[in-house]
C-alpha cells in the first residue's frame, strides 16, 4: 500500500471512477483525501453579489479517497515503493525502474 507516501507536488494516476487513468498533479492532501489538478471536476453555480457583478458557473476540483490513486511519473506510468535505511542512517524511499532501484525521496525523521 503506498498511498501513505502520496505527498502534495506528486504526480497520482486515477484508478476507478469516472476519470479512470487520468494523470494529474497532487494540489492538497489531507488525511485520507486528496485534491488532484484537473481530476474529479464539479461545476458550481454562483450568484451575483457585491463581489462578483455576474453570476457565472466555474469548474473546480473536489476532494477524492487516497485508495482510488496510485503513485505514477508524469507519463502515466504507475511505479511501487520501497523503504529502506540508508548507511547513514536516513530513511530513503525507492522505485525500482527498469530492474534497478532509483531514489524517490527521502523521509524526514
Known amino acids: 500500500m503506498s498511498s501513505k507516501w ?3 507536488d506528486d504526480f497520482v494516476v486515477v484508478l476507478t471512477g469516472n476519470d479512470k487513468s487520468k494523470v494529474g498533479k497532487v494540489l492538497v492532501r489531507k488525511g485520507n483525501r486528496i485534491i488532484a489538478q484537473g481530476i474529479n471536476m464539479k461545476k458550481k453555480h454562483l450568484k451575483k453579489s457585491q ?3 455576474k453570476s457565472q458557473i466555474i469548474e473546480m476540483e473536489t476532494p477524492m479517497n487516497i485508495s482510488n490513486v496510485a503513485l505514477c511519473l508524469e507519463g502515466g506510468e504507475k511505479i511501487k515503493l520501497k523503504v529502506r535505511e ?3 542512517g536516513k530513511e530513503l524511499v ?3 525502474k527498469g530492474g534497478s532501484e532509483v531514489v524517490y525521496r527521502s523521509i524526514r525523521k
Open 6 to 8: 502520496i505527498k502534495k
Open 51 to 53: 463581489k462578483i457583478q
Open 86 to 88: 540508508s548507511k547513514q
Open 94 to 96: 525507492y522505485m525500482t
